[in-house]
């Protein structure tokens, strides 16, 4: 029995402070290759800012996206190391925000997510919003009411027809390259009741059930397909499996063969 799709899959890759415009180059041709055919399925890299216009050229024409890492949310102006929506916007067609990095290194909050997640769409980008939960707070069964309060955060003022085009991205921390993952059922519960029920209750279970849910944290090719055959699990985003053409295109291949699309 498959699993009946009601959102299209969706797999980005998150490059994180890795390749220099030349290697980011040769990663996405050889993408470009070797997924090709790939049309049942939403792809995206995200790639650091400075190779987000040699990335943004080399897939042009592709079914491959290109998305930045993070942005400010103003036009321009004097904020000395930031980049903007419209500059973004040049080479990028989504744009990973909150991912818990930022959030832990760069103090990111909920506020920052949410003026970001609406510049983000104001400008037509779309939104990979990350929200996850640490271990001590996994821990301490704490995990449903921080992820639903990260969610009203990234969500607050967010109308309901600019809600169904943001996606989301379920990531919990102690997963993240660590090599250890969420269950797939863990993951699957904690989407429902911190995620899409949350949506629900801010707007309807129609938006609710419009909106796309990754999951993330040490993604690899040979764990894919258990995740996404979940219910609530429409694609991944991907970190260091995402870094080589063999690892990604793996991902993408056993994803598609999972569901038989
Ligand atoms: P990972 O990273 O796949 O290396 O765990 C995922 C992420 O941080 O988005």
Redesign the pocket.
């Known amino acids: 029995m498959g699993k009946q799709i009601m959102r299209k899959p969706f797999i980005a890759g998150?490059w994180?402070m890795y390749k220099t415009v030349a290697e980011g180059v040769a990663l996405a041709e050889g993408l470009k290759q070797t997924l090709a055919d790939v049309t049942t399925m939403e792809l995206a890299v995200c790639t650091p800012a400075t190779a987000l216009m040699a990335v943004g050229q080399t897939l042009a024409g592709s079914h491959i996206g290109v998305g930045a890492q993070n942005m400010f949310w103003k036009d321009e102006g004097a904020f000395t190391g930031e980049i903007s929506p419209l500059m973004v916007k040049e080479w990028a067609q989504y744009v990973i925000l909150g991912?818990?990095?930022r959030r832990q290194f760069f103090g990111e909050t909920d506020e920052t997510v949410n003026l970001k997640l609406k510049a983000a769409l104001a400008h037509g980008l779309t939104p990979i919003v990350?929200i996850g939960e640490s271990l001590d707070q996994n821990k301490a069964g704490e995990t449903v009411d921080f992820v639903g309060s990260q969610m009203r955060g990234a969500f607050t003022g967010v109308s309901a027809g600019d809600a169904v085009k943001v996606v989301l991205?379920y990531?919990p921390i102690w997963?993240?390259?660590?090599g250890l993952t969420a269950t797939p059922e863990d993951a699957n519960r904690i989407i429902k009741a911190a995620i899409r029920d949350v949506l629900t209750a801010l707007y309807d279970a129609e938006t609710a059930g419009a909106i796309r849910v990754q999951y993330?944290?040490?993604?690899k090719p040979d764990n894919m397909a258990d995740f996404i055959v979940m219910p609530e699990i429409d694609g991944a985003?991907?970190?260091?499996?995402s870094l080589k053409v063999d690892s990604f295109t793996a991902i993408v291949k056993n994803a598609i063969a999972a569901l038989s699309v």
């Open positions: 998150n994180k991912h818990s990095e990350c991205a990531e997963a993240i390259g660590t993330g944290g040490s993604v985003l991907v970190g260091g499996a």
